[in-house]
C-alpha cells in the first residue's frame, strides 16, 4: 500500500534528486493506486511565446511515468534504479496555464512487470502519459514510454 | 548569412525567453552551416543516478533543432513561431559528463522549407539530433522531430 508519506518520500527525491524538476517547481498532485498526477506551474516552464516549454511536457510526462514506476516498486517492496530507454510524444495543443501530467500502464501490465522484477532482477514496461489542455479541454500532449528497471 | 552576432542572438534569446533553458545554463556552442550544437553542464542536469535526466537531454534536443530552424529562418530573412508537433526519442547510454546536442536536417530538406515558408507562410520540416557519447564514444541519445514554422 502506498501512503501519503510515501508520496511525499517520492516529491523530495524527485525535487532534492533532480535539479531541473526542482527548477521547474515539481509537485505530486495525486496517485490513485493506477495514475500518478504530477504537476507544475506556468511560469519557470514557459517558452518565448508565452506558453508551455516543449521540454517541461517531456520532462514532467518522463517524470510521472518514472514516479509511478518507482511506487509501484515501493507497493512491492522492491528498490530498483530505474531509466527510460525511448519516447514518443505528440504536441497536440499549446498549454498556457499550470502543466499536470498522467502517467499510467496500459491493461495490466503491472503483474508481469513485478514478477520479472523478482525473477530476474530486471524489467521493461510501456507507460502511457498525458497532459491536460485547459480547463479539461481534450489533451495537450501525450507520450508512450518504455521504462527499464534493475535491481542495484 | 548567419554571423557570430546570430549566435549571441539566439542563446540570449533561449536563455532569456526560457526559463528552463537558462536554468539547464544552455549555451549555443557551434553552428556551420547545416549543424548547430549546444551544450549544457552536468551539473543543473543531473538525476538521482548522478548521470543526466533524461528530461535534460530531451529538452536539449528540442532546443537544438528549434535553434536550427530559427537560424535557417533568419538566413533567409524570414521571422515565424517555430513549434514542435511531435518527437521520437531513444536513450541509448547514460551521460556521466557535459552534455552536446547537435541537430541537423537529413538531406538537402531547407530549400524546400524555406519555399513553403514564402509561398504559403506556413511549412515542416523533420529534423534529427544527437547526444554525443562521453569522449566521442558513440551517441547517448537520439530525436527525430517534426517541427512546424507559422509567419506571424
Known amino acids: 500500500m502506498i ?4 508520496l511525499r518520500a517520492l516529491e523530495r527525491s524527485l525535487r532534492e ?8 517547481d ?16 506556468l511560469a519557470p516552464n514557459v517558452n518565448d ?12 510526462l518522463t517524470l510521472a511515468a518514472w514516479g509511478l514506476v518507482n ?21 497536440v495543443a499549446p498549454v498556457w496555464g499550470e ?10 501490465a ?7 522484477m523478482r525473477d530476474k532482477g530486471r524489467a521493461c514496461i510501456t507507460l502511457l ?6 480547463d479539461g479541454a481534450g489533451t495537450a500532449a501525450r507520450q508512450s514510454a518504455r521504462f527499464v528497471a534493475k535491481a542495484p
Chains 1, 2 share one sequence.
Not at 501512503?3 to 510515501?6: I, Q, S
Not at 534528486?17 to 521547474?24: S, T
Not at 512491492?76 to 505528440?90: F, K, T
Open 99 to 108: 502543466l499536470i501530467a498522467e502517467a499510467y500502464a496500459e491493461g495490466d
Open 71 to 91: 511506487l509501484k516498486l515501493t507497493e512491492a517492496g522492491l528498490g530498483a534504479d530505474v531509466y527510460i530507454q525511448d519516447a514518443q510524444l505528440s504536441y
Open 3 to 6: 501512503e501519503a508519506g510515501d
Open 129 to 134: 502519459g498525458e497532459i491536460a489542455g485547459a
Open 110 to 116: 503491472w503483474p508481469g512487470f513485478i514478477a520479472a
Open 17 to 24: 534528486g533532480i535539479p531541473l524538476a526542482r527548477a521547474m
Open 49 to 60: 511565446k508565452g506558453n508551455a516549454f516543449g521540454g517541461s511536457l517531456s520532462s514532467l
Open 26 to 41: 515539481v509537485r505530486v498532485l495525486d496517485y490513485d493506486g493506477h495514475r500518478l498526477a504530477l504537476s507544475a506551474p
